[in-house]
Each structure stands twice: as structure tokens, then as C-alpha cells.
């Protein structure tokens, strides 16, 4: 396991640590933009501009005045004003090269652990069992992935929860539908139970007889009836190695570990319908049993006049048990943004019935639609609606396993998650803009200097010279590492780690355009390998973060 960070290793970056220092002396937010020349500096303040206002004195005073108050001889060359009143900041060089170095020797890659751990919960991914996982659990199972990883890299303790489908009605007509085709369900692939399920759908809506017959065997069965539960057992057992296989080729870090399937719940759903009942939360409304909360037209039903319980039931008990034995601090759900209505109303009524606690986070991120290049709903070539794999076959038709995966997690990510995302596999897969592949390649061009160095034996040095202004860009982007790291983590926003990659592999590539790395010579080539040792890392953690692999060559 790698050690903590390293002590020489600030908590902030440059541009934090600066603004900090204005704010404390000046007494508000210095609003600090990157400079637009490199002259002005590296940031420039309107701050005394916004103080005269107020003040009614001429806005250069104000500045010289701020200028004269402000000690940041450590950090910062001679503060400078311009114009009508600009204060330009430019970071002393021999503070971005210790901070750059500072950031290459640390074994967390400029990532802080948090100071307060918590334990999360992250529900993501959850197929359905006899059904073949669809493009929006390829959403699902990204995006919980890169949650799962930049939580666990702040040091917070990570638990996965795949709520999978694996309980309800539609066993009912599963189970017929099997009996009346004498099949064995064991034998079946996904692909098969998926067609099977089909037909039985089709059945059920068409043929009253067989719906009868399907509803009874839902009471039967949920009722532990020996012989239905086997071929439950049976259709669970088949399901479980294809959804391994799509995370195997997803790269995503879940395992049969972190599997905690509806029909978990079960013996918890009786208990827990009583307490709520017994407590007044939970009373009967037209033969349900309903927890009323304020703000939602419809109550949330925990017990159908029937007598059986629902996906609703089942989430309050996911709850319960999450807070009750996972002590979880905070829980998060990535579903379609079309469920953010059904966690609002689970979440309050889990609230009322005490099952979380104020200061237990519940939080749904829900995620967009993939469409086609058409704008609709992504189909596949046949025109039926989009599975998993066959969105991953149509990204591997035209590049390499690793480089279709980056495409895809990428398109996913680096848009805000709400948003749909036109999946566009020949833009996705380009080397050029802003895509997974590119950052790849960024990667890989970093590791072919780095190797030719090694084989002329320049052995790397230190980051101790930075005098060129693409290089001090680079090294003020890279202190931000770890600032955009905690950001993503407690807002779960990748698509900031996303744009922050983008513009690091932008300022590397200015870099080397502007700053000849092998033929330069002595100290200024050994800094300048240095920097692409840290740009190579930080770049390839922070793809990592994403879930994405960061070839050495391309
Ligand atoms: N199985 C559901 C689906 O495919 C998602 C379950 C999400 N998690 C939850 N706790 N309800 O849509």
C-alpha cells in the first residue's frame, strides 16, 4: 500500500494556498484569474478595484495600499499593479519547482487524504437477473466505478453495493414460462434467459390464462416454495457470471463480494413493515400500507393491498441495513436521472421512520440517456434497443479494446452526468480533442520521451529550474492535482477531473512544443524530464480515477 503523502506536501494548491493569503489580509475573496499575458504574471486580482468602489478612493491607492499589507515574500516575486488598479501575482519559480518536485516524490500523486474517513456506501451498477444488462447500466457501472475509486484514494473506506435485481413478480411468469417449455434453466446463457423472459412478457400481456397462472406462482414462490426457488436459484446462477464478464470487460473494480441483491431483503421486509406500522410512520390507505411524506402527490406504498412488497419496500430496508450494519456516514445511488424521484421520496421516508439519521448523507447522482448519432435512444444496427456488450462491440469495430473502453468511459464522464451523451464512436475514438483516447495518447508520448531518455542514460534529476512560462503552467496545473481530486470526490463531479486532464495534457503539449526537453542540456534537461515524470504520473492517476488505462506507448 503506498504511505501517506509525503510532510513536505501543502493541502492545497498554489492557487488556493495565494488566494488564501489575499483573503486572510484583505478580508475578501480575492477572485484570482489566470493572468492573460505571461507579464501580468501568473494571477491577477481586481480586488482593490472592488474595495475603491466601496471605499470612494482611487483604485490604485487602494492597490499600492494592499500591496504594501500583503506579506508574501515566500511565495510571490514583488507584487506589481497595473492598469487601473490590477494587482499582478507571479509565483517565485523556485517555489513552483519545489512544489512540482515535492509533488513527483509523494507516493499519493498529490492526492490529500481526507482528515475525516467516512464509510460510503456506493449503490451503482445493479442488473437485473435473467435480463441482459443495457446501456444504462454501462452508465451506471462507470460512473459508480470512478466514484468507488476516487473515494478510496481519498482514504475514505469504499463499500460497493450491487443491488441487483434478483427478486419480484416478474419470476412469477419466469418460472411458468420454464415449466411450460420443460427447459432447463441452469443450462441457459444470459442471452437465452433474456429471450426467455421476453417471450414470458409477451405471454403474460396476451394470454390471461398464463398471467393467472404467473401471479399465483409469485405467491407461491415468495411463499418458499422449494420447487420455484430452484429455478429462482437456477436463473440467479446463470445471471451472476455474465454480469463478471461485463465487469471484466469493463475494467471496473466490483466482484461477487460486493453483491447485496433484492432477495437479501426479504426476511427484513416483514420486520420492517411491522415497525413502521406499530410507530404510526406507515398507516393503511385504501388496503396499502403507505408512508405519506410532505411534498410528494403519492404516498410511497411498503405494503400492496395484496400483501406484497415492492422496489420501494426494498429500498427502505437497503437503507436500514446500511446505516444499521454497514455504518455507513454516507450513501450514494447512481441510477437513471428518471429514478431521482422514487430516492426523494425513499429518502424522506426513511428520514421520518428514523432509519437515517441527519447526518447519514443519502444522495442520488442520476445520469442521461446514450443516444445515437440521431439524437434518439441509442439502437443498435439490427434496431433493436442497445445491450451493454453491444455497445462495446461497436466501439471495438473501430479501435483496440483499450482505447474503445477509454472512449466510452470518457464520453460518459466528462459531461455533466445529467446530461445525455451522443455516442458517437468515431468522435470518441479520435487521438485529437477532448476524448479518452487523447489523454491515452498524451500519456503514451510522455512515457516515449521518458524511455528514450533512459536509453541515452540521461538518468532523471530533480525539478529544480523553471523559468520558461509553459513550464511554470504546467507545474502551477499540476498542484492542483489534488485539489480537483477532493473537489470530484465530495461534489461527484468527474467531469471536472475530465476538463482538469484536458488542460494538463493542453499544457504539457505547449510545453514541449515551447521547451526542447532532450536537446536541451544539464540542469535544465534534468528538470525538464523531471516534469514530464510528473505530468506522466499525475496524468496516469488521474486516468486511473476514471477508470481508464494509460498505455506506455500507442
Ligand atoms: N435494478 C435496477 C434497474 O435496473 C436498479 C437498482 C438501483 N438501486 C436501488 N437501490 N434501487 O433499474
Known amino acids: 500500500m503506498a504511505a501517506m503523502s509525503s510532510q513536505s506536501l501543502p493541502a492545497s494548491s498554489l492557487p488556493a494556498q495565494l488566494t488564501e493569503r489575499v483573503q486572510a489580509v484583505v478580508g475578501v475573496d480575492p477572485e484570482m484569474r489566470p493572468a492573460t499575458k505571461p507579464q501580468f504574471g501568473h494571477f491577477q486580482s481586481n480586488v482593490a478595484l472592488r474595495l475603491a468602489k466601496s471605499e470612494g478612493r482611487p483604485p490604485r491607492e ?8 500583503l506579506e508574501l515574500d515566500d511565495l510571490c516575486e514583488p507584487l506589481e499593479v497595473a492598469g487601473p488598479g490590477f494587482i499582478n501575482f507571479r509565483i517565485k519559480s ?65 463499500i460497493p453495493q450491487n443491488h441487483i435485481g434478483d427478486w ?24 437465452e ?5 421476453k417471450r414470458a412478457a409477451a405471454r403474460f400481456r396476451a394470454d390471461e390464462e398464463f398471467a393467472s397462472r404467473a401471479r399465483a406462482r409469485v405467491a407461491l414462490f415468495q411463499g418458499g416454495d422449494e420447487e420455484s426457488l430452484a429455478v429462482w436459484r437456477q436463473l440467479v446462477e446463470i445471471s451472476k457470471p455474465a454480469f463478471n464478464e461485463a465487469y471484466r470487460r469493463l475494467g471496473v473494480l466490483l466482484t461477487d463480494d460486493d453483491l447485496a441483491g433484492e432477495s437479501t431483503y426479504n426476511d427484513d421486509l416483514p420486520v420492517l413493515v411491522d415497525e413502521l406500522e406499530q410507530s404510526g410512520v406507515a398507516v393503511v390507505d385504501d388496503g396499502a ?146 476524448t479518452g483516447p487523447y489523454l491515452q495518447y498524451a500519456h503514451a508520448r510522455i512515457s516515449q520521451i521518458l524511455r528514450k531518455a533512459e536509453a541515452e542514460g540521461l538518468a ?22 489534488g485539489e480537483v481530486v477532493s473537489e470530484v470526490g465530495d461534489a461527484l463531479t468527474p467531469h471536472k477531473l475530465c476538463g482538469y486532464l484536458y488542460d ?21 534537461r534534468s528538470s525538464r524530464l523531471a516534469l514530464c515524470r510528473a505530468t506522466q504520473k499525475v496524468l496516469a492517476r488521474g486516468l486511473y480515477l476514471l477508470g481508464i488505462d494509460a498505455p506506455e506507448r500507442m
Do not use: W
Not at 511 to 516: A, L, V
Open 168 to 191: 419480484g413478480t416478474q419470476f412469477g411468469m419466469l418460472i411458468e414460462q420454464v415449466h411450460d417449455e420443460g427447459i432447463d434453466a441452469g443450462a441457459l446463457t444470459l442471452d
Open 504 to 524: 494538463l495534457a493542453g499544457a504539457y503539449s505547449s510545453f514541449y512544443e515551447q521547451c526542447p526537453v532532450l536537446r536541451s542540456e544539464g540542469e535544465v
Open 193 to 197: 434467459a433474456d429471450a426467455l423472459y
Open 62 to 69: 487602494v492597490a499600492a495600499d494592499l500591496v504594501a499589507r
Open 460 to 481: 532523471g534529476g530533480a525539478i529544480t529550474v523553471l523559468d520558461e512560462p509553459a513550464e511554470q503552467q504546467l507545474a502551477l496545473l499540476l498542484s492542483r492535482f
Open 289 to 434: 400500507l403507505c408512508v405519506f411524506v410532505d411534498g410528494f402527490d403519492a404516498p410511497l406504498i411498503v405494503r400492496k393491498s395484496d400483501g406484497g412488497y415492492g422496489y420501494a419496500t426494498t429500498d427502505l430496508a437497503a437503507i436500514r441495513r446500511r446505516v444499521g450494519t454497514l455504518h455507513a456516514d454516507r450513501i450514494i445511488y447512481v441510477t437513471d436521472v428518471r429514478q431521482g424521484g422514487h430516492f426523494a421520496q425513499v429518502f424522506a421516508a426513511a428520514r421520518k421512520a428514523g432509519f437515517l439519521p441527519d447526518d447519514v448523507a443519502a444522495e442520488h447522482v442520476g445520469y442521461g440517456m446514450v443516444l445515437g448519432t440521431d439524437g434518439k435512444p441509442f439502437k443498435t444496427r439490427d434496431g433493436s434497443a442497445a445491450t451493454l456488450s453491444s455497445l462495446l462491440d461497436a466501439a471495438e469495430e473501430v479501435a483496440a479494446p483499450n482505447i474503445a473502453l477509454a472512449a466510452i468511459k470518457y464520453a460518459d464522464l466528462s459531461n455533466g452526468l445529467q446530461k445525455d451523451y451522443t455516442f458517437d464512436v468515431e468522435r470518441m475514438v479520435q487521438t485529437t480533442g477532448d
Open 94 to 158: 523556485e517555489v513552483l519547482a519545489a512544489t512540482a518536485e515535492a509533488l513527483l516524490a509523494d507516493d499519493n500523486d498529490g492526492i490529500v487524504p481526507t482528515d475525516a474517513p467516512q464509510r460510503v456506501v456506493i449503490d451503482y451498477s445493479a442488473p437485473n437477473v435473467a435480463k441482459q444488462m443495457h446501456v444504462g447500466h454501462l452508465r451506471t457501472t462507470i460512473i459508480g466505478d470512478c466514484f468507488n475509486r476516487v473515494l478510496g484514494a481519498l482514504g475514505h473506506t469504499v
